[in-house]
């Protein structure tokens, strides 16, 4: 008997300006059903709605030309200060269905917005399933690595984090225990907390497990030698 396949209901959220492929193009890149969300964000005051209010309803044509049961809608976000902004921003995101497949397009919109919403994304990266970007250079939908900037080294796992930061390359969890003068079954536990967080990686491919630093480790790790400085 063969495996019925559930696709996940997605919600896209995504800055809108006047260019309509930076919000089109990584839905079509995606993919798009019938329980699908797009939500656009515009700022509450524009200069020429005229021209907004027509990009959204292009938007909104060709999406349902391709599924005519996808849901999009329009979020006004207040531009008056920073701190409004991106207040509100974090909000759209934690908004959406806890049961849908979040992704977040941060390709164009006017800055006002878009700027915000790339910090929201960060702050919020662990609840974000995909994060796409259209890019200026060659057109194309990229996928983007955010790294979670909230992710903390656990207190205990310090040692075992800062050798394996400081190595940069795949290391075995013998070869950690090594360097620290721990035993395996502590590495063992530290490393299963590092990743817990999301700021080692592991393979386990091989023989035997190895970890490196992630991304958000990296960045962790830069932000502790700047703060030891």
Avoid at 43 to 54: G, M, N, R, V, W
Avoid at 67 to 77: A, D, G, K, L
Avoid at 195 to 213: C, H, P
Wanted: aromatic fraction near 4%; include cysteine.
């Amino acid at each position: 008997m063969l495996d019925t396949l559930v696709e996940c209901v997605r919600t896209y959220v995504s800055p809108i300006g006047y260019d309509t492929r930076r919000v089109t193009r990584p839905v079509i890149h995606t993919g798009l059903g019938p329980e699908d969300v797009v939500i656009m964000l515009r700022p509450k005051t524009e200069s020429d709605t005229e021209q907004a209010t027509q990009a959204v309803a292009d938007v909104e044509q060709l999406l349902h030309e391709i599924e005519p049961r996808v849901t999009c809608t329009v979020e006004r976000i207040s531009v008056d200060t920073f701190e409004s902004t991106l207040r509100e921003c974090c909000q759209a995101l934690v908004d959406v269905d806890e049961d849908h497949e979040l992704i977040v397009s941060l390709g164009g919109g006017p800055r006002d917005v878009l700027l915000p919403m790339t910090i929201a994304t960060a702050a919020f990266t662990a609840s974000i399933d995909r994060t796409l970007f259209f890019s200026d250079l060659d057109g194309t939908v990229r996928n983007w690595t955010i790294p979670d900037l909230t992710a903390q080294v656990p207190d205990r796992t310090a040692d075992t984090f800062e050798v394996i930061a400081k190595d940069g390359d795949w290391l075995q969890l013998s070869a950690i225990a090594t360097k620290t003068g721990q035993s395996k079954s502590t590495v063992i536990r530290h490393v299963n907390d590092l990743e817990d967080v999301g700021i080692i990686e592991a393979d386990t491919t091989g023989k035997a497990k190895r970890v490196r630093i992630g991304f958000s480790g990296e960045l962790l790790s830069l932000i502790q030698i700047t703060d030891n400085q």
